[in-house]
T-cell receptor
Framework: KQEVTQIPAALSVPEGENLVLNCSFT??????LQWFRQDPGKGLTSLLL?????REQTSGRLNASLDKSSGRSTLYIAASQPGDSATYLC??????????????FGKGTLLTVNP | EAQVTQNPRYLITVTGKKLTVTCSQN?????MSWYRQDPGLGLRQIYY?????VTDKGDVPEGYKVSRKEKRNFPLILESPSPNQTSLYFC????WGRGNEQFFGPGTRLTVL
């Protein structure tokens, strides 16, 4: 059974710092991995999608990497801003899901960027 | 604008009173799915649909029903809601194809008293 773990569960940094969020998954047989952002009590905003054949994806100040064989992904946020404060979730789409495109989610990292 | 919409966004109801949460997408996606999010448990899939008239159970289907009569709509039905169904619900959709991105709705916060 696929399990996704995100460490740390919470992170507090001063504005301007570069930071890395970690995601690990137990089964490397995945189609892709998505990083999401969730503001308190709100919906999920997709940040980056990495296909299993890719090593990284970039969008603005965000860079996500994927090492499928070791079951790891990182989300790098450059020059963090208070507006980046949110919970960041990673999710994988396992091959074992077949025609069910169910995403298996981690429990998230709560990021606080202090002014 | 391409999006997944849900209604209502917030709902407080009482035990046993049937309710429906609607989900609609305007991206012509074949695949749609419902999740619930609970503190400490994360997001868990309730039901999914691969296309019109094709639905199947996810991980936590008990107490829920769904239907897929039109491609764009995938309502979630609670025939007799109970307090343990108090949760934040998300609808998601994607194109058919294993590598495609999933898009999520804004969420529906349901409280069952």
């Amino acid at each position: 059974k696929q399990e996704v773990t995100q460490i740390p569960a919470a992170l507090s940094v001063p504005e301007g710092e570069n930071l890395v969020l970690n995601c690990s998954f137990t089964d490397s047989a995945i189609y892709n991995l998505q990083w999401f952002r969730q503001d308190p009590g709100k919906g999920l905003t997709s940040l980056l999608l990495i296909q299993s054949s890719q090593r990284e994806q970039t969008s603005g100040r965000l860079n996500a990497s994927l090492d499928k064989s070791s079951g790891r992904s990182t989300l790098y946020i450059a020059a963090s801003q208070p507006g980046d404060s949110a919970t960041y979730l990673c999710a994988v789409r396992p091959v074992s899901g077949g025609s069910n495109y169910k995403l298996t989610f981690g429990k998230g990292t709560l990021l606080t960027v202090n002014p | 604008e391409a999006q997944v919409t849900q209604n209502p966004r917030y709902l407080i109801t009482v035990t046993g009173k049937k309710l429906t949460v609607t989900c609609s997408q305007n991206m012509n996606h074949e695949y749609m799915s419902w999740y619930r999010q609970d503190p400490g448990l994360g997001l868990r899939q309730i039901y999914y649909s691969m296309n019109v008239e094709v639905t199947d159970k996810g991980d936590v289907p008990e107490g829920y029903k769904v239907s897929r009569k039109e491609k764009r709509n995938f309502p979630l039905i609670l025939e007799s809601p109970s307090p343990n169904q108090t949760s934040l619900y998300f609808c998601a959709s994607s194109l058919w194809g294993r590598g495609n991105e999933q898009f999520f709705g804004p969420g529906t916060r349901l409280t069952v008293l």
